[in-house]
């Protein structure tokens, strides 16, 4: 690695690289793709060590990544790169000794796991598998054995008749597809008849005893797809058991949300449904030190992927389980153990931030620890909590804090010398009255080069989900601080169905998605102009992705006098060719009370195809190719209808991006149009 790019990477450019405040520029896309980005972060059992990947981007936007080692004990430590060959490692774990870390990296062409001591030398690769290795989970029992996510085709009892399978598909990729059941696709990825199965091997020495299906011949994923990883497997305590969520083979996967806890004998055997009462999701079992507890998250309403994860805890010796804080109106996404036992450490959104809170799981006492910004628990050691943290101004580096809440410290800070020379526009949470004169919240930020006395236009972010929130995080995606430095005031609102404001705040969205929501977009963006009267709300656009797509097609025939022009990303435009071509049936199904064919009446009630001829308002309109949570008929039956009937439009049609976008050229243009879009149909003073 160049001397320059370990620096940059290290937050450690000295005194030639400081900035000073007039040097600083509005923050851009170019900015945005050219960020380092944090990954792959662990922490040693003894607290002692951090390590942590970290993809890098020198000036002229060439990309590598490393990994680092912090010493902890030491005050004035800096980071060490402990890696330096091609290629990226992730998914790093430390052995239960500390004495070496694992990883996976792809560096002879196959994802496969290494170890590499921590007393120096090179990695040495553990497994030489035919098929990839996608995660995996090391046992803390002393045993030395590891889970490992291997991607199979059921039918092969070995891993060459399911690497010659994938073979052979990328041999024929214009052979015809076969299907007798849904889902046949899923969000990005047609189903090619292989799934996620869990082997568990011994390590001996630094090479892979042998391998063990403990999921064999389950027709189903473990981990689901798309977004769960090894966080949904462990060992238990003892090392004799695998715990994993997946859902019960059956035919009507499309439909349902009844994820289970399985368990498992490390040495195969017949899986035992641990949830099998509950047929709504279970998700992330996490056991106490000693065993004894086993908490786990669970919802109660089935089909809804929106519904409120309580916590609940298993005690492993006697059977009996109860929910921990059943009062506390806040939905975790993850949960850890301390040391003693009975403490949970928990994340959950909680007014438009993801707070660090502490559990007793005897009282149920619930306390805050940190809620600023969005954050994510690393480890616990005995007196701290690390975890990683982002905010509106902040792409993401770790930090710690007593388990009392005091002494916050930064521990790494991996984009010093970028952010040094960025400027960004300052930002405020407000709220207002909103629907049923409920308090609804949102942010508004500041353009980067705001001054006093100066009307701005509004870009009015509507966030998607729609349970979901644009609340106090960085993204690599929707990023307000890029319109803010563009030269535009951003408004945000988290609408009734949003997430982070208690369970039924969120459940309102269920059934009314054009009534509550646009009520409340309306009565914000009135509030925040009456607040902060530099916002020139008359002068505005709106913009929105997935559910806000929608809302924007909504808009288009509901408040058609409300803005300059509208961008639409991945926008839901028919509910009715909707519902049939989309992939996780579960979803429409809640949202609108059963499937098409029995509640026309509401799915026509909230079509956005309905009030077509009201549609006025110049829009953009986006999509991938390769997105099947809402495929790209929707957006481009909008974009027809505009043509058609010469309202100010314009396509932007992705052939290899999927719900998002993901490629750092496409970002670019992705903004190039969108920011352009505005400034077209927006006047500036």
Not at 486 to 503: E, I, K, L, N, R
Not at 504 to 518: A, N, V, Y
Request: proline share 5%; aromatic share 12%; hydrophobic share 35%.
């Amino acid at each position: 690695m160049k001397k320059s790019a370990l620096l940059l990477a290290m937050g450690l450019a000295g005194v030639t690289g400081a900035v000073m405040a007039q040097d600083k520029a509005p923050f851009t896309v170019q900015d945005l793709v050219k960020l380092n980005k944090q990954h792959s972060v662990a922490v040693s059992n003894d607290g002692q060590t951090l390590v942590y990947g970290l993809s890098v981007k020198d000036k002229e936007g060439n990309s590598e990544s490393e990994l680092y080692k912090l010493d902890l004990t030491k005050s004035d430590a800096m980071p060490v790169q402990i890696t330096g060959v091609q290629g990226t490692e992730h998914s790093v774990t430390f052995a239960p000794d500390d004495s070496a870390i694992y990883f996976v990296s792809a560096r002879n062409g196959s994802s496969q796991l290494y170890r590499m001591p921590m007393q120096g030398g090179e990695a040495i690769q553990v497994s030489d598998l035919p098929v990839g290795v996608d995660g995996y989970k090391l046992s803390a029992d002393g045993k030395q054995q590891v889970a490992l996510q291997l991607r199979v085709f059921p039918e092969c009892d070995t891993l060459e008749c399911s690497a010659d399978k994938f073979e052979d598909q990328a041999d024929n990729p214009n052979r015809g597809r076969e299907y007798d059941q849904l889902m046949v696709r899923h969000w990005d990825t047609w189903h090619d008849h292989a799934r996620n199965h869990i082997f568990v091997a011994p390590i001996e020495g630094n090479k892979l005893g042998s391998l063990v299906d403990v999921t064999s011949g389950l027709d189903t994923e473990t981990p689901p797809k798309p977004f769960s990883g090894m966080e949904e497997v462990t060992f238990t305590p003892d090392g004799k058991h695998l715990v994993y969520t997946a859902k019960a083979p059956s035919k009507d996967q499309a439909w349902i949300t009844n994820y289970d806890l399985w368990q498992v004998p490390v040495t195969g055997g017949k899986a035992r449904n641990l949830t099998e009462d509950n047929k709504a999701w279970d998700a992330h079992a996490t056991f106490s030190p000693d065993g004894r507890y086993m908490a786990y998250l669970a919802m109660k309403r089935p089909g809804f992927e929106a519904d409120r994860f309580g916590i609940m805890l298993r005690d492993t010796v006697t059977g009996q389980e109860k929910e921990v804080a059943p009062l506390w109106d806040r939905s975790p996404h993850s949960l850890q153990f301390g040391a003693d036992g009975q403490t949970l450490y928990v994340t959950a959104q909680d007014l438009g931030q993801v707070s660090i809170f502490e559990v007793n799981t005897q009282f149920g006492d619930v306390k805050t620890i940190y809620n600023d910004g969005s954050n994510s628990v690393v480890a616990i050691t005995d007196n701290k909590i690390l975890f990683s943290h982002k905010s509106l101004v902040e792409p993401g580096d770790v930090y710690s804090v007593d388990k009392d809440g005091n002494n916050l410290k930064r521990l790494t800070n991996t984009n010093k010398e970028k952010l040094d020379k960025i400027k960004f526009g300052d930002f405020e949470q407000f709220n207002f009255k909103g629907w049923n004169n409920e308090t609804v919240y949102g942010y508004w930020l500041k353009p980067a080069d705001f001054e006093p006395g100066k009307k701005y236009p509004v870009a009015f972010l509507v966030h998607g989900g729609p349970q979901g929130s644009f609340g106090n995080s960085f993204s690599h995606r929707w990023n307000p601080q890029l319109w803010a430095g563009a030269g535009y005031g951003v408004v945000m609102v988290d609408f009734h169905g949003s997430t982070g404001y208690g369970q039924e705040f969120t459940d309102s969205i269920t059934q009314d998605w054009g009534g509550k929501p646009l009520e409340d977009l309306q009565k914000g963006l009135a509030a925040v102009g009456e607040q902060q009267k530099w916002l020139d709300v008359d002068n505005a656009c709106a913009l929105g992705g997935s559910y806000g797509g929608y809302m924007m097609n909504w808009i288009q025939g509901n408040w058609n006098d409300g803005f300059k022009c509208l961008v639409n990303h991945a926008g839901l435009f028919d509910m009715r060719s909707m519902y049939y071509v989309t992939e996780e049936l579960w979803f429409p199904e809640f949202e609108f009370g059963g499937q098409y064919k029995d509640n026309k009446a509401l799915y026509e009630k909230f079509n956005p195809v309905n009030y077509v001829e009201n549609w006025q308002t110049p829009m953009l309109v986006i999509h991938g190719e390769e997105d099947f949570r809402v495929p790209y008929g929707q957006g481009l039956a909008a974009f027809t209808y505009m043509q058609r009937n010469n309202i100010p439009s314009k396509l932007l049609m992705y052939p290899t991006e999927n719900h998002w976008i993901l490629t750092g050229d496409n970002l670019e243009q992705w903004y190039a149009n969108v920011l352009g879009w505005l400034d077209t149909w927006t006047e500036k003073q």
